[in-house]
Structure formats: structure tokens, C-alpha cells
């Protein structure tokens, strides 16, 4: 069986990476969404929630599930017995980032390839950064993220924009 793993921080998960996750499962036997911490940036949402989303949004995906893991990428990779990464590239800006961490995963365990599928066209822009600053000055995140994860969003970075110690990182 070919097992996938998709990366990443999912806060809060958008349409660009539902389609990564869409796709790749037309690709591989199974992919597992990995859910990790990113130490560089702070998160709006907790592990648990962001799992909530990830499955919600993903039902209708047979060979889809959803994990998480407080650790390097490789090692969890090399313990499941999975065969790719998959990340998703949007611009130029992506790439050096991503290649960096390619090569880092591939000292780590060779056991994997990082296999890197291009962002559709009209999901080049989006990040979940840019969702959670218009969803906390309480714009429209309609056309970024799925439709059964608008309302906690919202409810969510409304609250956390008046939080002094909060920061979108
Ligand atoms: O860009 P994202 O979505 O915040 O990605 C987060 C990710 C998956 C890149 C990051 O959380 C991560 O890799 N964490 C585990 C540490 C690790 O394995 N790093 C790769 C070696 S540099």
C-alpha cells in the first residue's frame, strides 16, 4: 500500500489545501493528513480543533484520514511506512522554504521522496494567514474556506483580534 502523508499546520485549513489533500488521494492508496505544530508560528486554533476541521471537510474521502504529531516530520513518516510527502507549491515565495525542508526530511529519512503538486490557479493566493486577518476585521472568507468551517472561524479570530496578547503570526 502507498501511504502519503500531507504535512502541515492547517490554522485554519483553506480551500488551497483541501484540494492538495483532494488530489493526492487520487494519487496514493491512503493519505494521512498530519496535523503538526509549526515552533515558527503561533497558532488561532488548538490541535484538537483543527482536527475538527480537517474531518469535516474530508468525509467524503474513503482514504483519507487525519492525525497529528508533536514531532519531526521523518520520523513519523518512517514509522508508518509511508512512501511521500506531499506539500502543496503556490508561488516562487514557497519554493526556497520548501526545498529547504525537502532536502532537511530526505537527510533525515530516505525512505520518503517529497512529492510537491502545483497549487490550482485560483487558490495561488490564499493562505491561512489571509484568512485570519479578514476573518478578524470581519470580512467575507467565503470563497477561502469551506462552507462547514466558516462559522467557528469567524466566531474564533472576531474574539482573538481583541486579545492584547494575541498576535496572526
Ligand atoms: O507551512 P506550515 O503549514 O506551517 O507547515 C508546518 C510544517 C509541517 C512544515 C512544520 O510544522 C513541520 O515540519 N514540523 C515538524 C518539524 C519538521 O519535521 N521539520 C522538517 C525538517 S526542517
Known sequence: ????????????????????????????????????????????????????????????????????????????????????????????????YEFQMALANKMLYDGAETVFLTTSAENMYLSSSAVKQIAAYGGDISHFVPGEIIDDIKERLEKLRFDPNFKLR
Open 1 to 96: 500500500m502507498r501511504i502519503a502523508v500531507c504535512p502541515g499546520s492547517f490554522d485554519p485549513v483553506t480551500f488551497g489545501h483541501r484540494d492538495i489533500v483532494y488530489r493526492a488521494a487520487s494519487l496514493f492508496d491512503k493519505v494521512i493528513v498530519l496535523v503538526t505544530n509549526n515552533l515558527y508560528k503561533r497558532p488561532a486554533f488548538t490541535i484538537k480543533e483543527r482536527l475538527v476541521f480537517l474531518e469535516r471537510i474530508t468525509t467524503g474521502l474513503p482514504n483519507v484520514v487525519i492525525d497529528h504529531w508533536d514531532g519531526l516530520i521523518a520520523e513519523y513518516v518512517k514509522e508508518i511506512g509511508a512512501c511521500a510527502i506531499v506539500k502543496g507549491l503556490r508561488a516562487v515565495s514557497d519554493f526556497e
